[in-house]
């Protein structure tokens, strides 16, 4: 078979390690001999590759990294007949999660050898293909401030964690309508997510019954209740069904329209836009052929 691997040489530890990055093309020409890889080079370029791919006749490319490169080369592969793979080397690792990829390299790569191939949905945003989440919110407040504060400040676990604490103590949940063809209704959320894989990554569970083949979006409204629930309904989101205090409310969709006068803060995978007024939302049924791992 004819093989592409697409590498983020920035993601999870990599850091642009040289030794580490020979390292793992070894490995990939161990399991895989033959098969090309290349490395991204800057935002974008993952989509680039992938669109290449597609016209040089690959039977696969498999992404190497953390949601965003994922995001990307899938962007490059949808409605293709080339299938996407994914090696997860982010740090949450949410739609590699959902396909049941391992999380050590060694084991992904072994275990990528006999895939299953499947069809798989994809969610849009304005247009922009999502593969496992698109939302409002105060997530996206959150990934906007640390987007903002990235690009002259400090990035890291704690610069996000800090950014998260101040912005749950100040948020104030902004009023929206939502149209679906359930009919429309006015909101005011401490999040509203369309969700076509269960989670955000690490196993933080926003949608726990989403499919990622149903044709459907589960979007999820999580009530802006009081921060003494919110903080003891927090783990039940680590968990596969429990949601007490019913502080979640979920519905099928397969189109949304938003409506909120002026700027409106979003995300998709993780990754924060802004649009104005309206953001549409939609799901792209069987929109990819992807690889699963071999049992």
Same mark, same amino acid.
Request: net charge positive.
């Given at each position: 078979?004819?093989?592409?691997?697409? =590498?983020?040489?920035?993601?999870? #530890? @990599? /850091?642009?390690?040289?030794?580490?990055?020979?390292?793992?093309?070894?490995? $990939?020409?161990? /399991? &895989?001999?033959?098969?090309?890889?290349?490395?991204?080079?800057?935002?974008?370029?993952?989509?680039? =590759?992938?669109?290449? *791919?597609?016209?040089?006749?690959?039977? !696969?490319?498999?992404?190497?990294?953390?949601?965003?490169?994922? /995001?990307?080369?899938?962007?490059?592969?949808?409605?293709?007949?080339?299938? @996407?793979?994914?090696?997860?080397?982010?740090?949450?690792?949410?739609?590699?999660?959902?396909?049941?990829?391992?999380?050590?390299?060694?084991?992904?790569?072994?275990?990528?050898? #006999?895939? $299953?191939?499947?069809?798989?949905?994809?969610?849009?945003?304005?247009?922009?293909?999502?593969? /496992?989440? !698109?939302?409002?919110?105060?997530?996206? %407040?959150?990934?906007?401030?640390?987007?903002?504060?990235?690009?002259?400040?400090?990035?890291?676990?704690?610069?996000?964690?800090?950014?998260?604490?101040?912005?749950? &103590?100040?948020? #104030?949940?902004?009023?929206?309508?939502?149209?679906?063809?359930?009919?429309?209704?006015?909101?005011?959320?401490?999040?509203?997510?369309?969700?076509?894989?269960?989670?955000?990554?690490?196993?933080?569970?926003?949608?726990?019954?989403? *499919?990622?083949?149903?044709?459907?979006?589960?979007?999820?409204?999580?009530?802006?209740?009081?921060?003494?629930?919110?903080?003891?309904?927090?783990?039940?989101? &680590?968990?596969?069904?429990?949601?007490?205090?019913?502080?979640?409310?979920?519905?099928?969709?397969?189109? !949304? @329209?938003?409506?909120?006068?002026?700027?409106?803060?979003?995300?998709?995978?993780?990754?924060?836009?802004?649009?104005?007024?309206? =953001? %549409?939302?939609?799901?792209?049924?069987?929109?990819?052929?992807?690889?699963?791992?071999?049992?």
């Amino acid at each position: 078979m004819k093989i592409l691997f697409i =590498l983020n040489p920035k993601s999870g #530890k @990599l /850091n642009g390690d040289k030794e580490k990055i020979e390292s793992m093309g070894a490995a $990939i020409q161990l /399991n &895989f001999p033959g098969a090309d890889m290349r490395l991204t080079q800057a935002p974008g370029h993952a989509t680039q =590759l992938a669109r290449a *791919s597609v016209l040089a006749g690959y039977d !696969a490319t498999i992404a190497i990294g953390g949601d965003g490169t994922i /995001n990307e080369t899938a962007r490059g592969l949808v409605g293709s007949e080339t299938a @996407l793979g994914v090696i997860p080397n982010g740090s949450g690792n949410g739609f590699a999660r959902e396909l049941g990829m391992p999380l050590l390299f060694e084991e992904a790569l072994a275990r990528l050898q #006999k895939p $299953i191939v499947s069809k798989c949905d994809a969610g849009r945003a304005n247009g922009e293909l999502f593969l /496992n989440l !698109a939302g409002v919110g105060i997530e996206a %407040e959150i990934a906007w401030k640390f987007m903002e504060q990235g690009k002259n400040g400090a990035r890291g676990m704690w610069p996000y964690f800090k950014i998260g604490a101040q912005t749950a &103590f100040s948020y #104030k949940p902004k009023p929206l309508e939502v149209q679906t063809e359930r009919g429309s209704q006015m909101l005011a959320p401490l999040t509203l997510v369309f969700a076509n894989g269960r989670q955000y990554g690490s196993n933080f569970k926003i949608a726990p019954e989403a *499919s990622l083949t149903d044709g459907e979006l589960d979007m999820v409204t999580v009530l802006d209740a009081p921060k003494w629930k919110l903080a003891l309904a927090a783990p039940s989101f &680590f968990t596969d069904k429990w949601r007490p205090f019913g502080i979640t409310q979920t519905a099928h969709v397969k189109k !949304a @329209l938003i409506t909120l006068p002026g700027e409106i803060i979003y995300h998709i995978d993780g990754e924060p836009r802004k649009t104005q007024d309206k =953001l %549409e939302i939609s799901v792209e049924p069987s929109a990819l052929t992807v690889w699963r791992p071999c049992r």
